[in-house]
Structures are given as C-alpha cells and as structure tokens.
C-alpha cells in the first residue's frame, strides 16, 4: 500500500530554514516521480519542485535558488531543503507521488502525504 508521512514543518522567522522530509511506504519505488506542492490559505495547491527517478530536478520560479529538493534511496525518503525563507512561503506542504514521468500538474498525482504547515514570520 502507498504510504507518504510528511515531517519538519515548523514556524520560523523570514530567511531562515527548515527542512522537510517525506518518508515513503516500499510500494513508491525509486523510479517514482516525486514531488513538493504547497497550498496557502484561501489559494489553489501549486507545484513547489519534483525529482524524477534519475536524480533530475524541476523547482517552481518562485523557489528557485532558495530551495532544494533531494532523494534518499536507502530509506525511501524525499527531502526539501529551504532556505532563505520569505513569508510568501507560508503553506500547507505536501509530499507527492506518481508511477509515470515527473510533472507539475496536481491532478497527475495519486498518492499524497496529510502534509506538514510551514508558517514564515516577518
């Protein structure tokens, strides 16, 4: 059965750090696409970055340079470092999964985390 169990959300000052991280049951295979989306208070969920099975990585303009998304294979975990946080980053985080190639597009992923809140003070 998949399984994704999101971690490491917090509140944190603006340009600070966290670190979040998405533990995934056996079922998601390293030949997953893996993804971060957010969703912010009263908007729609957007694509925040995506790794596909071979290491590449595909980030959101809004994030680019400031975040960092990164796999485990060993323990079947997804990462996302973020740095340099900005109050605009404030969200509901969450871990997805799909079997075919990496996208962007919400409606393509069929497995999601409960996810984790991210809340960036100014």
């Known amino acids: 059965q998949a399984q994704l169990v999101e971690s490491g959300g917090g509140s944190v000052q603006a340009g600070g750090s966290l670190r979040l991280s998405c533990a995934a049951s056996r079922f998601i295979n390293r030949n997953y696409c893996m993804a971060w989306f957010r969703q912010g208070s009263g908007k729609e969920r957007e694509a925040v970055a995506n790794?596909?099975?071979?290491?590449?990585?595909t980030y959101a303009d809004s994030v680019k340079g400031r975040f960092t998304i990164s796999r485990e294979a060993a323990d079947n975990t997804l990462y996302l470092q973020m740095n340099s946080l900005k109050p605009e980053d404030t969200a509901m985080y969450y871990c997805a999964a799909r079997s075919l190639s990496c996208s962007f597009t919400t409606r393509f992923f069929g497995y999601w985390g409960q996810g984790t809140q991210v809340t960036v003070s100014s």
């Open positions: 790794i596909d099975g071979a290491g590449g990585t």
